[in-house]
């Protein structure tokens, strides 16, 4: 395998599979199947996920609420979907630890980067959870953030694109799909990967970034060997 340790960042919204709410247990399934799969290759894996599938900070404000109490509503809405992913992981008989990064003793334990990085090296799958625990930041700055503090060898991006193209290609026909762009190219041409602040995370800690389709069985894999899937942006 090309990659030993990596950060795999999931979205919330690609668990809802077909629904259009919550999350669907055909890919929750899945997700985990092809989690084992790297797993039983000896890939050590933390994962991050996002809560869009249940709730959104932003969305929050649009109602007139306070941002940072939406945030917050965000954030156990990550948990919601990490518990998911842990009960699903262990039964496909991966074993897995739970982190949140707002205390909440009874469901997880804290996040403690140390202990993160035993479970890792005793090849337990780390799901952090809760974002970084503050509001303003995204699931992709925690999944950042948290790829850096346990010395990841890539974020791996799964989304239900399979790579970064050139233009939006369902509007744009004549948008191509690049197999590798440095960081510099991404900010020159506005392309939109990851917000800024989880972006410049990556680029200024030299820590590259693997966008793929998820959804497709067999590709998790693939990247981790190496493979040309998706887009790799680094330095
Ligand atoms: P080792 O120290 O390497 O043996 O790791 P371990 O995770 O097996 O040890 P530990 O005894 O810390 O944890 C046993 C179980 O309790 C694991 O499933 C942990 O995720 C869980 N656990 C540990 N600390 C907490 C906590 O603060 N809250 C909750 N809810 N679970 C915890």
């Known amino acids: 395998m090309k990659y030993k340790r990596v950060l795999l960042k999931l979205s919330g919204e690609s668990l ?38 249940i709730f959104r900070g932003v969305q929050a404000e649009e109602g007139g609420m306070d941002r940072t109490h939406g945030d917050y509503m965000g954030m156990l809405a990550t948990m919601i979907n990490a518990m998911a992913l842990q009960a699903s992981l ?34 337990r799958v780390v799901i952090f959870g809760a974002g970084t625990g503050n509001p303003y930041f995204t699931t992709d700055s925690a999944a950042s953030l948290r790829a850096i503090e346990v010395n990841a060898d890539a974020i791996l991006k799964g989304t239900r694109v399979d790579g970064i193209y050139s233009a939006d290609p369902e509007k744009d026909p004549n948008a191509t799909k690049y197999d590798m762009i440095s960081f510099d190219d991404v900010y020159s041409k506005g392309l939109n990967i990851m917000d800024m602040t989880a972006f410049t995370l990556c680029k200024e800690n030299d820590l590259p970034i693997i966008v793929f389709d998820m959804d497709t069985p067999g590709n998790l894999k693939q990247v981790l060997a190496g493979e040309q899937v998706g887009t790799i942006v680094r330095n």
């Open 16 to 53: 809802m599979g077909e629904k259009a709410f919550g999350i669907d247990n055909n890919r929750l399934k899945s997700y985990a199947e092809q989690i084992k799969e790297v797993r039983e290759l000896g890939v050590e894996v933390a994962i991050v996920i996002g809560g869009g599938n």
């Open 90 to 123: 262990e039964s496909a008989g991966v074993e897995s630890r739970l982190q949140s990064a707002i205390e909440m003793k009874a469901i997880a334990e804290p996040f403690i980067r140390r202990k993160a990085m035993r479970h890792l090296e005793k090849g």
